[in-house]
């Protein structure tokens, strides 16, 4: 059974960063897992950002600038480095695959609230 773990999440002000991480029981790698999504409080989830087939990041428009998507070295961990935080980006960030395959199981996800 694959598992998921988000960690990084965490209260803080606007203007703030946090850097999330993320683990599998499996290698990122092997399961694909490149990619950071959100939802916020009564919304729906969204995609952050992801790395592309060619290595390529994209990134939603809302975190462009801001957010920064990589994997370590030995890429058995993916890395989400916010900075400039927003209200708005207060949600429950996690990882999984890109758009156009299939996800593996959720993780719990990392709580993040930015604060006025």
């Known amino acids: 059974q694959v598992q998921l773990a988000e960690s990084g999440g965490g209260l803080v002000q606007a203007g703030g960063s946090l850097r999330l991480s993320c683990a599998a029981s499996g290698t990122i790698v092997r399961l694909n897992v490149r990619a950071w999504y959100r939802q916020g409080p009564g919304k729906q989830r969204e995609l952050v950002a992801f790395?592309?087939?060619?290595?390529?990041?994209i990134y939603a428009d809302s975190v462009k600038g801001r957010f920064t998507i990589s994997r370590a070295n030995g890429q058995d961990t993916l890395y989400l480095q916010m900075n400039s935080l927003k209200p708005e980006d207060t949600a429950v960030y996690y990882c999984?695959?890109?758009?156009?395959?299939?996800?593996?199981?959720w993780g719990q996800g990392t709580q993040v609230t930015v604060s006025s």
């Open positions: 999984n695959t890109p758009p156009g395959f299939s996800y593996v199981p």
């Open positions: 790395i592309s087939s060619g290595g390529t990041e």
